[in-house]
């Protein structure tokens, strides 16, 4: 049982907690917080695999260049 079965009474369950534990006025910048963070971990989370798969192209192309003088 992981987080994906939660449900909707589990979703539901977890907003009601959080309105009663943060209150209506402070949730929204609780939102907001969160979904910025989630946005810059996937950009920076995507940069490093652009960045990886990039060095793996000029490994390649050295490689080839230097069979190419070979």
């Given at each position: 049982m992981g987080i994906a079965n939660i449900g909707i009474p589990g979703l539901i369950l977890i907003v009601i907690l959080a309105l009663i534990i943060f209150g209506p006025k402070k949730l929204p910048e609780i939102g907001k917080a969160a979904g910025q963070t989630?946005?810059?971990?996937?950009?920076?989370?995507?940069?490093l695999i652009d960045d990886d798969s990039s060095d793996e192209n000029k490994n390649k192309e050295k490689e080839?260049?230097?069979?190419n003088k070979a």
């Open positions: 989630l946005r810059e971990f996937k950009s920076s989370a995507n940069n080839k260049e230097d069979q």
